[in-house]
């Protein structure tokens, strides 16, 4: 029950990290060179950087929470 909790949270805090890098340096783009493309879509999103990012920052968190854990400050 403990591995599922700990996997549990490792989703929830990479899905919160990811959340709030998304917006972080998107720029719509200046003219819609597809016809029917949405003008408020992102130039050049950059999904793969920031879902990296949020993957280094949800393991810098979940270490912090894994050890909050093991220290028994938290209990499972």
Do not use: C
């Not at 029950?1 to 959340?19: E, H, S």
């Amino acid at each position: 029950m403990r591995d599922i909790v700990l996997g549990g949270a490792f989703i929830i805090l990479w899905w919160f990290a990811l959340l709030i890098i998304l917006p972080i340096g998107v720029h719509a783009e200046e003219s819609a060179s597809v016809a029917g493309a949405d003008p408020g879509a992102p130039a050049k999103p950059k999904l793969m950087m920031k879902a990296g990012i949020a993957t280094a920052i949800a393991i810098v968190l979940w270490g912090i929470f894994y050890a909050l854990v093991l220290a028994g400050v938290v209990q499972l």
